[in-house]
């Protein structure tokens, strides 16, 4: 096992106090820094930096930076999501540790879809109904991961399974 454990240090964004939602950091207890390249290459991480090594991922529309000695999560609703997230991740991290001799590590981020292939799928409507002010900025969270196809209601259903086989390519965590 490489990884024991963490304390989790719970926060508002200082940005905007206003936010209604948490930011965590967890503190590991150990140096996870060698498995990091592995990680990337089973969880098909978003961007990835060699030095020092750090990777991020869109998991469940949250934001998460993996570094050697910290994890950091935004966008949590509360602290029972932080929880959860860094409980599948402390398992992830080790089985894929366990794994490594199997794995090859990745340096390498995964593709991502391209705003305008989603945005061609849109109803292009601007109406408002997926809480985004237009269907560009809708596309544009589609693409990061921080919308899904069915949270558009005025989709149809061919253009929402095409849209869905065509994000089915890409990397997308979901816990």
């Not at 978003?46 to 030095?51: A, Y």
């Not at 991740?89 to 995964?110: C, F, G, Q, V, Y």
Request: glycine share 4%; with cysteine.
């Amino acid at each position: 096992m490489l990884l024991n454990g963490f304390k989790k240090e719970i926060f508002r964004p200082k940005v905007n106090p206003q936010f209604e939602s948490l930011h965590c950091i967890a503190h590991l207890e150990n140096d996870i820094q060698e498995v990091i390249p592995y990680l990337n290459a089973v969880l098909g991480g978003t961007s990835f930096q060699k030095s020092p090594p750090s990777v991020m991922f869109h998991v469940n529309g949250r934001l998460i930076a993996v570094h050697p000695k910290k994890i950091a999560i935004n966008a949590l609703r509360d602290e029972e999501e932080a929880e959860k997230i860094l409980q599948w991740l402390m398992r992830e991290i080790n089985e894929t540790w366990e794994k490594r001799h199997d794995i090859e590590p990745s340096e390498s981020i995964a593709e991502k879809p391209k705003l305008m292939e989603v945005l061609k799928l849109l109803p292009k409507t601007n109406c408002g109904e997926c809480g985004q002010p237009t269907c560009m900025v809708f596309s544009s969270m589609v693409v990061q991961g921080l919308k899904a196809p069915e949270q558009c209601p005025p989709l149809g259903d061919e253009n929402r399974q095409s849209l869905k086989e065509y994000l089915s390519q890409f990397t997308f965590i979901d816990i």
